[in-house]
């Protein structure tokens, strides 16, 4: 299986701090995103980055991806309450298809006041 | 973009009676996906749908268990069929955003408690 590994499981910060959440992999890929969920609710998409890319900015989150690790992280910057949230990397194969993505464990992320 | 209306949004249902859940897309798309979500676990995927022939299923589901429907290019259906506790879950549907990323777009879910 190509499913990611997650860590940490769980992740409780302050407002303010920042927060990393990691991703490995098994198998090669086209490229990793990572996606947000609300309380059991639908994922909402936050950034892609592709195979021959390192690193990636999209305001407060920023993406990096070791392919030789087959590792990405997912740090986000000056956390708010309104992050909290799982948070799932997702990997696309790497066989041109543009569908099947397979998602992570997940990081349950709690950021307190 | 794509916005995609699912429903219902919860749903308690008693063992042995099936749900159907629709997914709505405000766009044309070719493929829909349906992933199951079990209770604190990642997403799975159940089938993809396509406009005009059968859905196909991954392995571990069956399409006498997940029956989907896709009359157009705007809509599908997944039914849960004779239900029991261990299909409580989280199911969503998906469509690919072809813009020239694979991101998928999801719809808001539909939670499934089976008693």
């Known amino acids: 299986s190509q499913q990611g590994e997650e860590d940490p499981q769980a992740l409780s910060i302050q407002e303010g701090e920042n927060a990393t959440m990691n991703c490995s992999y098994k198998t090669s890929i086209n490229n990793l995103q990572w996606y947000r969920q609300n309380s059991g609710r639908g994922l909402v998409h936050l950034i892609l980055?592709?195979?021959?890319?390192r690193e990636k900015h999209s305001g407060r989150l920023r993406v990096t991806l070791d392919t030789s690790k087959k590792s990405s992280s997912l740090l986000i910057t000056a956390s708010r309450a309104a992050d909290t949230a799982s948070y799932f990397c997702a990997t696309g194969p790497n066989t041109g298809t543009a569908s099947k993505l397979t998602f992570g464990t997940g990081t349950r992320l709690q950021v307190t006041l | 973009s794509a916005v995609i209306s699912q429903k219902p949004s919860r749903d308690i249902c008693q063992r042995g009676t099936s749900l159907t859940i629709q997914c709505q897309v405000d766009s044309q798309v070719t493929m829909m996906f349906w992933y199951r979500q079990q209770p604190g676990q990642s997403l799975t995927l159940i089938a993809t749908a396509n406009q005009g022939s059968e859905a196909t299923y991954e392995s571990g589901f069956v399409i006498d268990k997940f029956p989907i429907s896709r009359p157009n290019l705007t809509f599908s259906t997944l039914t849960v069929s004779n239900m029991s506790p261990e299909d409580s879950s989280i199911y969503l549907c998906?469509?690919?955003?072809?813009?020239?990323?694979?991101?998928?777009?999801f719809g808001s879910g539909t939670q499934l408690s089976v008693l």
């Open positions: 998906s469509v690919v955003w072809t813009g020239g990323d694979e991101k998928l777009f």
């Open positions: 980055i592709r195979s021959n890319e």
